[in-house]
């Protein structure tokens, strides 16, 4: 049986001062406009094509967490996932771009918005306020697979020097003595296969959005009480511990549920235990979570992987109400045990 000392608790804790960003993590990275991003893989090793990744938690949790921090202006190139991608807007305003060359529509997303884009369709991301911005992912599944590019990003990282391997390794050919050698590379889809990878109805997408404060409050949660709060985000199907479908469901799989848990000044969650994964994510103020052996205090956007089994409570200490997305593996979570 596992002792989590604070020590061990402290090796599952990713503080947003700590997160290892990679400038060399996609095809992309030396095309203008997208030079200054920066990739983050808290959980899992995501689908990150660079070597140079660092990888925060690698035990499996059936799902991945990741990141991007970009500054105004910067563009993450359009592409297609094979698994559920979802954004969560922990700062910054964002324009989502669809289409292979960003010609279906866009949605704009800011600070507390949730987007899940369907699987096999493009999409891209740019900053589009001064400063800063970071988004949270969780892609589904613990082997997300690659990532399919756009036929024009190809062309314009190989104008820079970048190509891709079969099975999505990223190659510098910028030095002059480099060969490609034996190497496969990945080529541009044909017309066939973008057809494959058409952009759904707008108002299909619209689906797919939950803004800010526009998550639904669950009454009947094992977690409500006074001064609690857990909203239901994405459920692909009612849940055993009391969750209705939606409000965003999807067409395709996700395999994990999002919620919003919600804490004002002073509430407190007592011990309970989970059957299945569950990854917090603090959106806004703090929160401090205990367990028999000891405790630790979450601040904004920091990320902790709770053990599954392990009795935790919660609580709010701070003066101001706490927010943190709440991950938890599976279609169909069960109810916490207290």
Known sequence: ?????????????????????????YIDTRTPGSTEKENFTIIGAGVSESADQFVH???KHGFNIGGARQPFGCVNSQHSHDTAEVFMVHSGRWRLLFGPNREDGSAEIGPGDVCSVPIHMFRGFEKIDEGVGMLFTVLGEDDPGKVTWAPAVFEAAEGHGLRLAKGGKLIDT?????????????QPLDEQRLAQLATPPAEKLAECIVPAGAGVPNPDSSLAAEGVVEAGIIAPRATDDGFPAGPIRGWWPHGFNLRLLTLQTSAFIPQHARKEAEVLIVQSGTVTVTWSEGELVLGAGDTLSVPIDLPHAFRNAASVPAEIFVVRGTDNPARPIF
Do not use: F, K, N, Q
């Not at 910028?174 to 990945?186: A, F, K, N, P, V």
């Open 1 to 25: 049986m596992t002792i989590w000392t604070r020590e061990a608790m402290a090796t599952r804790l990713v503080r947003y001062a700590d997160l290892v960003p990679c400038r060399t993590a």
């Open 57 to 59: 938690i690698t035990e």
């Open 174 to 186: 910028s030095d002059g003595e480099y060969t490609l050698r034996e190497l496969e590379l990945e």
